[in-house]
């Protein structure tokens, strides 16, 4: 069975111009794996994986799906891996694409960010948005064509993307389905195709181990040889009354089962069969052995020279190949080349695979064409191969180097080789350079500036690569030759810790850019970057060790000619001024030059307005953040798509600390989408819905968030992540009353605090710290982190971290001296209201007002009740609730009158609050706890909930978003 879904036909004998069937050879012993892939791609998202042995039938398996599926209005798209591809970025997928085009909506209806794929799709382009500006990194460019796929797939509408012979595919492009994989179009289903036995050791099929995602369905299938009666039943099919159950027998025991072996033997006994004096008999007897290899010798023993000699050239070339290639390499003239090609298709040795291209029925076949030719002959044909590639006007290198080595000239290989790596790296095909770099390197007594330049290339590739675990593999593997130069070694270090930190979240990265340093002492620029980077390593040795580090990489640089290591060194300044709040950091980043020529001191620029931009926001100067951020994004566009997330997510954190709090999550959800492998997204967003989660009471979704985050929180090199964490952790310990667990977490975070001297940062944790350890009866622990925060304050320009020490200030007058402690939350309040922060500034109102009653102060009233504005303004249920309590309990809020209004159909507002969390998953039981009403309550209201919105429980979201509540009544 052939593995390219074409299928060569039987003649039947009692009608010649009859096939046996629409595909050539019948379908058969596969109804239930058929049924399985259908059932998978017909939910989609869904990740199909078919592996099997060469011939086993795979691709026909994928083919007779497809072809269900296209009679039922999907669109397929198919591409295959080869083993001699010549450079082409993304070849498999970008062959598949190419033939969407009938499928594709007007230009304007499709996104924006499809146009990427315009150089790869030069035959749809004029279909495509324009493309975006190039990226001024790989891997920025190759997150660029990613999202655009995505884009494009979405375009094309209900497809399923089908990839043959990913044992063959190259690095880029399994980074690419590695990717997709993890966030796939909602109507996407991807089929990949693979031997195991061929895929490279120790790699996972996607270089990462492969776990389906959340939300995408899929099924893993291992096709196994077809049994006797499925083998039978192939013979009936192709033979009709010829196919006896001796033959059935008969090719059973000589294929073992597999397809590919029964078809070729199905050909060769329907040319001898009984019209020439055969038995099922004479197929066994005859010495042809079990396998292909007998099938096709005995086939080729028949056909004139001319028709061999094109198929050993087949055979060489190991690629498809164009009728006037095959002639040249096969030493005949045009019209001999074009006789024996013409008899090589009629014994269905070879096919065209493309137009006019040709090559053979399966891998199989070629392998035992290739193998029968013996050494001196080969060699000829590889020769005879090498001079007719050459002479091509874009000579293919990749070939060229593998006829090369399969003439065993190792040295000459090595040039070409690199030369190949070099093209490919420059058409963007970094799967094909990674491949050839790696073959280089494998090789035993290299020159040293071969090994260093090949090693320095495959470097290159992995640090701009997006899958990290896998590329930091491969750095470990180049690091583990022990005859790298020195100066080498250093270069892949640094590019080693650099992929741990910044993309693997390993701060074991650190200690490998420290061991860079000394490896790189003679060349300063690459030392200074790796400074740089230990610079921005907050958690060891905190502000002294990073200035220390920036000092010695701005003394490195001074006198260099590297612009973009200054710029780096610029930014890094600019970024530890910004954690300190020193008040003239905004002076120096007016003074920033924000133009350049130089695509990585543009970066840098941007990377300068991103740091300083989000340090911002910790500092509580927001609309200033907001000005840095756009720039920052704005300049990012241009060329670092990396960057231009980083801003986009800081600006939707920062709008919901301005009080928008409107589909956050599906915000979140749509960034998260066009940046899939960007951490920062998943923990910033992890971080806002927890805040929002405790607000409305959902306290075991919001310690979920906070776990999440905190966890991502301590492998990053700087600690605001985790201190956020840690105070978002112990808040809601102590509403539920979990004291000891607060402290025990907040404890903790003030050591880190304390150890990096991060007191200008207003990360909420000071002021709940305070009041965990006055919970837990440690009035000196509380004490003397404040006096430590307002030290740290000093001379600091800090707004947010000023208006917490205020908080935590008040929290310790209490009830000690309620008076002092209302003018404590007065100065927090009115910072979070000059910030911009509602939730901030209802908080303290409620504060603030708790602490007038307390001191007899007829303003508490009005504190309480602007709190309470403040909190169903945001929606902020649990909040509303708890200040409502305090209210009523301090007697500053009227009674409600007996009897209730009458809401007929419609919700009461506390059945909309009610229904509004029952929507969110929580049980009765988290809402009693909320809203602060007993569980009997909570029931009442649940059962009113469901009847008036006709209900269940499952579906309470569903009927509010239809506002079925006010259809009623």
């Given at each position: 069975?052939d593995?390219?879904?074409?299928?060569?036909?039987?003649?039947?004998?009692?009608?010649?111009?009859?096939?046996?069937?629409?595909?050539?050879?019948?379908?058969?012993?596969?109804?239930?794996?058929v049924?399985?892939?259908?059932?998978?791609?017909?939910?989609?998202?869904?990740?199909?994986?078919?592996?099997?042995?060469?011939?086993?039938?795979?691709?026909?398996?994928?083919?007779?799906?497809?072809?269900?599926?296209?009679?039922?209005?999907?669109?397929?798209?198919?591409?295959?891996?080869?083993?001699?591809?010549?450079?082409?970025?993304?070849?498999?997928?970008?062959?598949?694409?190419?033939?969407?085009?009938?499928?594709l909506?007007?230009?304007?209806?499709?996104?924006?960010?499809?146009?990427?794929?315009a150089?790869?799709?030069p035959?749809?382009?004029?279909?495509?948005?324009?493309?975006?500006?190039?990226?001024?990194?790989?891997?920025?460019?190759?997150h660029?064509?990613?999202?655009?796929?995505?884009?494009?797939?979405g375009a094309?509408?209900?497809?399923?993307?089908?990839?043959?012979?990913?044992?063959?595919?190259?690095?880029?492009t399994?980074?690419?389905?590695?990717?997709?994989?993890?966030d796939?179009?909602?109507?996407?289903?991807?089929?990949?195709?693979?031997?195991?036995?061929?895929?490279?050791?120790?790699?996972p099929?996607?270089?990462?181990?492969?776990?389906?995602?959340?939300?995408?369905?899929?099924?893993?299938?291992?096709?196994?040889?077809?049994?006797?009666?499925?083998?039978?039943?192939?013979?009936?099919?192709?033979?009709?009354?010829?196919?006896?159950?001796?033959?059935?027998?008969?090719l059973?025991?000589?294929?073992?089962?597999?397809?590919l072996?029964?078809?070729?033997?199905?050909i060769?006994?329907?040319?001898?069969?009984?019209h020439?004096g055969?038995?099922?008999?004479?197929?066994?007897?005859?010495?042809?052995?079990?396998?292909?290899?007998e099938?096709?010798?005995?086939?080729?023993?028949?056909?004139?020279?001319?028709?061999?000699?094109?198929?050993?050239?087949?055979?060489?070339?190991?690629?498809?190949?164009?009728?006037?290639?095959?002639?040249?390499?096969?030493?005949?003239?045009s019209?001999?080349?074009?006789?024996?090609?013409?008899?090589?298709?009629?014994?269905?040795?070879?096919?065209?695979?493309?137009?006019?291209?040709?090559?053979?029925?399966?891998?199989?076949?070629?392998?035992?064409?290739?193998?029968?030719?013996?050494?001196?002959?080969?060699?000829?044909?590889?020769?005879?191969?090498?001079?007719?590639?050459?002479?091509?006007?874009?000579?293919?290198?990749?070939?060229?180097?593998?006829?090369?080595?399969?003439?065993?000239?190792?040295?000459?290989?090595?040039?070409?080789?690199?030369?190949?790596?070099?093209?490919?790296?420059?058409f963007?095909d970094?799967?094909?350079?990674?491949?050839l770099?790696?073959?280089?390197?494998?090789?035993?007594?290299?020159?040293?500036?071969?090994?260093?330049?090949?090693?320095l290339?495959?470097?290159?590739?992995?640090?701009?690569?997006?899958?990290?675990?896998?590329n930091?593999?491969?750095?470990?593997?180049?690091l583990a030759?022990?005859?790298?130069?020195?100066?080498?070694?250093?270069?892949?270090?640094?590019?080693?810790?650099?992929?741990?930190?910044?993309?693997?979240?390993?701060?074991?990265?650190?200690?490998?850019?420290?061991?860079?340093?000394?490896?790189?002492?003679?060349?300063?620029?690459?030392?200074?970057?790796?400074?740089i980077?230990?610079?921005?390593?907050?958690?060891?040795?905190?502000?002294?060790?990073?200035?220390?580090?920036?000092?010695?990489a701005?003394?490195?640089?001074?006198?260099?000619?590297?612009?973009?290591?200054?710029?780096?060194?610029?930014?890094?300044?600019?970024?530890?001024?910004?954690?300190?709040?020193?008040?003239?950091?905004?002076?120096r980043l007016?003074?920033?030059?924000?133009?350049?020529d130089?695509?990585?001191?543009?970066?840098?620029?941007?990377?300068?307005?991103?740091?300083?931009?989000?340090?911002?926001?910790?500092?509580?100067?927001?609309?200033?953040?907001?000005?840095?951020?756009?720039?920052?994004?704005?300049?990012?566009?241009?060329?670092?798509?990396?960057?231009e997330?980083?801003?986009?997510?800081?600006?939707?954190?920062?709008?919901?600390?301005?009080?928008?709090?409107?589909?956050?999550?599906?915000?979140?959800?749509?960034?998260?989408?066009?940046?899939?492998d960007?951490?920062?997204?998943?923990?910033?967003?992890?971080?806002?819905?927890a805040?929002?989660?405790?607000?409305?009471?959902?306290?075991?979704?919001?310690?979920?968030?906070?776990?999440?985050?905190?966890?991502?929180?301590?492998?990053?090199?700087?600690?605001?992540?985790?201190?956020?964490?840690?105070?978002?952790?112990?808040?809601?310990?102590?509403?539920?009353?979990?004291?000891?667990?607060?402290?025990?977490?907040?404890?903790?975070?003030?050591?880190?605090?304390?150890?990096?001297a991060?007191?200008?940062?207003?990360t909420?944790?000071?002021?709940?710290?305070?009041?965990?350890?006055?919970?837990?009866?440690?009035?000196?622990?509380?004490?003397?982190?404040?006096?430590?925060?307002?030290?740290?304050l000093?001379?600091?320009?800090?707004?947010a971290?000023?208006?917490e020490?205020?908080?935590?200030?008040?929290?310790?007058?209490?009830?000690?001296?309620?008076?002092?402690?209302?003018?404590?939350?007065?100065?927090?309040?009115?910072?979070?209201?000059?910030?911009?922060?509602?939730?901030?500034?209802?908080?303290?109102?409620?504060?603030?007002?708790?602490?007038?009653?307390?001191?007899?102060?007829?303003?508490?009233?009005?504190?309480?009740?602007?709190?309470?504005?403040?909190?169903?303004?945001?929606g902020?249920?649990?909040?509303?609730?708890?200040?409502?309590?305090?209210?009523?309990?301090?007697g500053?809020?009227?009674?409600?009158?007996?009897?209730?209004?009458?809401?007929?159909?419609?919700?009461?507002?506390?059945?909309?609050?009610v229904?509004?969390?029952?929507?969110?998953?929580?049980?009765?039981?988290d809402?009693?706890?909320?809203?602060?009403?007993?569980?009997?309550?909570?029931e009442?209201?649940?059962?009113?909930?469901?009847?008036?919105?006709?209900?269940?429980?499952?579906?309470?979201g569903?009927?509010?978003?239809?506002?079925?509540?006010?259809?009623?009544?």
């Open positions: 069975m593995e390219t879904g074409d299928r060569v036909g039987i003649a039947d004998h009692d009608n010649d111009d009859k096939v046996s069937s629409i595909g050539g050879f019948a379908f058969v012993g596969r109804q239930h794996e049924g399985l892939v259908l059932a998978a791609l017909r939910r989609p998202p869904a990740v199909v994986l078919v592996e099997g042995e060469a011939g086993i039938g795979k691709t026909r398996l994928v083919h007779e799906a497809a072809k269900t599926l296209v009679g039922q209005g999907a669109r397929v798209l198919t591409g295959f891996c080869h083993p001699l591809r010549e450079p082409s970025p993304y070849g498999p997928v970008v062959d598949a694409m190419r033939k969407a085009g009938k499928w909506p007007p230009v304007e209806d499709i996104p924006r960010s499809a146009g990427a794929l150089s790869l799709l035959d749809l382009a004029d279909r495509l948005p324009s493309p975006p500006p190039r990226a001024s990194e790989a891997r920025a460019e190759r660029q064509v990613l999202h655009g796929l995505r884009s494009f797939l094309v509408g209900p497809a399923v993307l089908v990839i043959e012979d990913l044992h063959w595919v190259d690095e880029a399994r980074e690419m389905l590695l990717l997709l994989s993890r796939m179009p909602e109507h996407l289903g991807l089929v990949l195709t693979f031997r195991g036995e061929d895929l490279p050791p120790n790699l099929l996607l270089g990462s181990a492969y776990r389906r995602q959340p939300g995408t369905g899929g099924i893993e299938i291992h096709l196994e040889p077809l049994s006797a009666q499925a083998v039978q039943e192939l013979a009936r099919d192709a033979l009709g009354d010829q196919a006896s159950t001796a033959l059935g027998n008969v059973f025991d000589r294929s073992q089962g597999v397809p072996v029964v078809e070729e033997d199905l060769t006994f329907s040319e001898h069969g009984p020439h055969w038995k099922s008999a004479d197929l066994e007897l005859t010495e042809l052995p079990r396998g292909l290899r099938a096709l010798t005995e086939r080729l023993a028949v056909l004139p020279p001319t028709a061999v000699a094109v198929v050993e050239a087949a055979a060489v070339l190991g690629v498809p190949a164009t009728e006037d290639l095959l002639a040249e390499v096969a030493g005949l003239d019209e001999q080349g074009s006789r024996g090609l013409t008899e090589a298709l009629r014994a269905t040795i070879l096919r065209e695979t493309g137009p006019a291209r040709y090559f053979f029925r399966h891998i199989l076949a070629q392998q035992v064409a290739y193998r029968r030719i013996p050494g001196p002959p080969r060699n000829r044909l590889h020769r005879q191969a090498l001079t007719a590639l050459e002479a091509q006007p874009a000579p293919p290198l990749v070939q060229i180097a593998h006829h090369t080595l399969m003439l065993g000239d190792r040295e000459a290989w090595r040039g070409r080789a690199e030369a190949a790596a070099e093209q490919a790296i420059a963007g970094v799967g094909t350079a990674a491949t770099l790696r073959r280089i390197l494998d090789e035993a007594g290299l020159p040293d500036d071969l090994r260093s330049r090949a090693a290339a495959l470097s290159g590739i992995a640090i701009n690569g997006t899958d990290f675990v896998t930091a593999e491969v750095l470990r593997r180049i030759d022990p005859h790298l130069p020195v100066a080498t070694r250093g270069e892949i270090r640094l590019s080693l810790g650099i992929v741990m930190v910044g993309h693997a979240g390993d701060r074991a990265g650190f200690e490998e850019i420290a061991r860079a340093v000394d490896e790189l002492a003679d060349r300063p620029d690459r030392a200074a970057r790796a400074m980077a230990l610079a921005m390593d907050e958690r060891n040795g905190g502000p002294e060790q990073a200035w220390a580090w920036l000092e010695r701005e003394i490195a640089v001074r006198h260099g000619p590297d612009e973009a290591v200054r710029a780096a060194a610029r930014a890094t300044r600019l970024t530890l001024l910004a954690r300190e709040g020193d008040p003239g950091v905004w002076a007016d003074r920033l030059p924000r133009r350049s130089d695509p990585e001191v543009l970066r840098q620029i941007a990377r300068a307005l991103y740091n300083t931009g989000e340090i911002a926001i910790e500092l509580g100067h927001d609309r200033r953040a907001a000005r840095l951020l756009a720039e920052s994004g704005g300049l990012a566009h241009q060329g670092s798509p990396y960057l997330s980083y801003s986009r997510t800081a600006l939707l954190r920062l709008e919901t600390l301005a009080g928008d709090w409107s589909n956050v999550e599906e915000r979140f959800t749509m960034l998260r989408r066009e940046y899939p960007i951490t920062m997204t998943a923990t910033d967003e992890a971080l806002v819905l805040v929002l989660a405790a607000a409305r009471g959902q306290h075991r979704r919001a310690l979920e968030l906070f776990t999440v985050a905190s966890a991502y929180g301590e492998t990053e090199s700087q600690v605001t992540v985790a201190l956020r964490a840690a105070a978002g952790l112990t808040t809601v310990h102590l509403a539920q009353g979990a004291v000891q667990n607060a402290w025990s977490i907040a404890g903790n975070a003030v050591a880190t605090l304390r150890a990096v991060a007191w200008a940062r207003g909420g944790l000071v002021p709940v710290a305070v009041e965990a350890a006055l919970s837990c009866h440690d009035r000196e622990a509380a004490e003397r982190l404040a006096a430590d925060a307002e030290r740290g000093g001379n600091r320009d800090a707004p971290a000023t208006a020490l205020h908080m935590a200030r008040g929290i310790l007058l209490g009830t000690a001296d309620p008076a002092a402690a209302a003018e404590s939350y007065s100065r927090a309040r009115q910072l979070w209201v000059d910030i911009g922060r509602p939730y901030e500034t209802a908080r303290a109102d409620e504060r603030l007002g708790g602490a007038l009653a307390a001191a007899g102060d007829t303003r508490a009233a009005a504190r309480l009740t602007e709190a309470l504005a403040g909190y169903e303004r945001l902020a249920t649990h909040d509303f609730a708890r200040c409502q309590r305090t209210s009523r309990e301090l500053l809020t009227e009674p409600v009158p007996r009897g209730r209004p009458s809401y007929g159909g419609e919700l009461s507002p506390r059945e909309r609050q229904a509004e969390l029952v929507a969110q998953g929580a049980t009765n039981q809402i009693a706890h909320a809203l602060f009403l007993s569980p009997r309550t909570v009442q209201h649940v059962a009113h909930v469901l009847k008036k919105l006709g209900a269940t429980r499952g579906h309470v569903e009927a509010l978003r239809s506002g079925r509540d006010l259809d009623t009544g």
